[in-house]
């Protein structure tokens, strides 16, 4: 697999991308559909593509299925648990807030990444590796920062950055179980191994919150079957976006790849002023020079 660690660079950028453009069509969903609907619009809709992507996986790759241990199941479980968790804060977070604000917000985790894939896997980072994390998350944090005005209730303020950083916290979680996942499979191909992870993921998250959206929010799961339309290309960027970090983590430590994963700060900037027409700042450039710094310094201290 060697030969192929350098995969993890171009597959992360893809996601980057890719996320980018789902996050912007659940966020246009959301006043449709409810927090609960366009969260389960990434897994219900995402979830046939991720079947496709592990079926293509194990095909071209000649792999047989894997063989699947208790560990397995535990750390997919607790991804898909936390990634739920983290979408609806997330977009929970988006109706108060401008999108590319809270989609910095979320990205203050890779700090948290380093240290729990640290306890939980034992991926080491470099000290040098740590620093443009830091760097990076600096970076994003500045872009989030928005003065206060005097007239501009402080609850109504701070509510959607502490969503924003459970957010952030929740997609920690899901990702170095995710990958923890990935390793319990133990010797065979990067990619089958992590498109099979993938597809048992979100087989788990469609069937927990389907569950719960048809016994709770039956109109609200009604309502995201309606929406199909604009609600599969959704899920078709979620899945390509899901396959490139899945990717990324069986080939290196889940830090890195949220770290370089940063980039898409970059996209959702782009999307803002050009979707949802908001106007960027000198501030949110000085942010965006220290997150590509920071990113800079990761990929110069891999080998």
Same mark, same amino acid.
């Given at each position: 697999?060697?030969?192929?660690?350098?995969?993890?660079?171009? !597959?992360?950028?893809?996601? !980057?991308?890719?996320?980018?453009?789902?996050?912007?069509?659940?966020?246009? =969903?959301?006043?449709?559909?409810?927090?609960?609907?366009?969260?389960?619009?990434?897994?219900?809709?995402?979830?046939?593509?991720?079947?496709?992507?592990?079926?293509?996986? =194990?095909?071209?790759?000649?792999?047989?299925?894997?063989?699947?241990?208790?560990?397995?199941?535990?750390? &997919?479980?607790?991804?898909? $648990?936390?990634?739920?968790?983290?979408? !609806? =804060?997330?977009?929970?977070?988006?109706?108060?807030?401008?999108?590319?604000?809270?989609?910095?917000?979320?990205? &203050?985790?890779?700090?948290?990444?380093?240290?729990?894939?640290?306890?939980?896997?034992?991926?080491?980072?470099?000290?040098?590796?740590?620093?443009?994390?830091?760097?990076?998350?600096?970076? $994003?944090?500045?872009?989030?920062?928005?003065?206060?005005?005097?007239?501009?209730?402080? &609850?109504?303020?701070?509510?959607? $950055?502490? =969503?924003?950083?459970?957010?952030?916290?929740?997609?920690?979680?899901?990702? $170095?179980?995710?990958?923890?996942?990935?390793?319990?499979?133990?010797?065979?191909?990067?990619?089958?191994?992590?498109?099979?992870?993938?597809?048992?993921?979100?087989?788990?998250?469609?069937?927990?919150?389907?569950?719960?959206?048809?016994?709770?929010?039956?109109?609200?799961?009604?309502?995201?079957?309606?929406?199909?339309?604009?609600?599969?290309?959704?899920?078709?960027?979620?899945?390509?976006?899901?396959?490139?970090?899945?990717?990324?983590?069986?080939? &290196?430590?889940?830090?890195?790849?949220?770290?370089?994963?940063?980039?898409?700060?970059?996209?959702?900037?782009?999307?803002?002023?050009?979707?949802?027409?908001?106007?960027?700042?000198?501030?949110?450039?000085?942010?965006?020079?220290?997150?590509?710094?920071?990113?800079?310094?990761?990929?110069?201290?891999?080998?």
């Amino acid at each position: 697999m060697h030969e192929w660690t350098w995969l993890w660079i171009p !597959a992360s950028i893809f996601a !980057a991308a890719a996320q980018a453009g789902r996050n912007a069509i659940q966020r246009s =969903l959301t006043e449709k559909l409810g927090t609960l609907g366009a969260t389960q619009v990434r897994f219900l809709y995402g979830f046939p593509f991720a079947v496709l992507f592990a079926a293509l996986a =194990l095909w071209a790759t000649g792999s047989k299925w894997p063989v699947i241990h208790s560990d397995f199941v535990m750390f &997919t479980l607790a991804g898909a $648990v936390s990634q739920i968790a983290a979408t !609806a =804060l997330m977009l929970a977070a988006m109706r108060q807030r401008a999108f590319v604000v809270v989609t910095a917000w979320t990205k &203050t985790e890779p700090v948290q990444v380093a240290v729990f894939g640290l306890v939980v896997l034992g991926d080491h980072i470099s000290w040098l590796g740590m620093f443009a994390i830091l760097v990076a998350t600096v970076g $994003v944090t500045i872009m989030a920062r928005k003065p206060v005005a005097k007239t501009e209730n402080q &609850t109504g303020n701070w509510r959607p $950055v502490v =969503l924003g950083l459970l957010a952030g916290a929740s997609f920690a979680v899901a990702a $170095v179980t995710f990958r923890g996942a990935i390793l319990a499979l133990g010797d065979g191909h990067f990619l089958a191994h992590s498109s099979f992870t993938l597809a048992c993921g979100l087989g788990i998250q469609t069937v927990m919150l389907g569950a719960w959206m048809t016994i709770f929010h039956r109109e609200a799961m009604i309502q995201c079957l309606k929406a199909w339309r604009i609600s599969i290309w959704g899920g078709l960027l979620g899945a390509s976006a899901s396959e490139g970090w899945f990717l990324g983590f069986a080939l &290196t430590a889940a830090a890195n790849v949220r770290t370089l994963g940063l980039v898409e700060v970059l996209f959702a900037q782009i999307l803002s002023w050009r979707v949802f027409l908001n106007k960027g700042t000198r501030q949110e450039m000085f942010g965006t020079i220290l997150i590509v710094a920071g990113v800079a310094i990761l990929l110069l201290t891999r080998p």
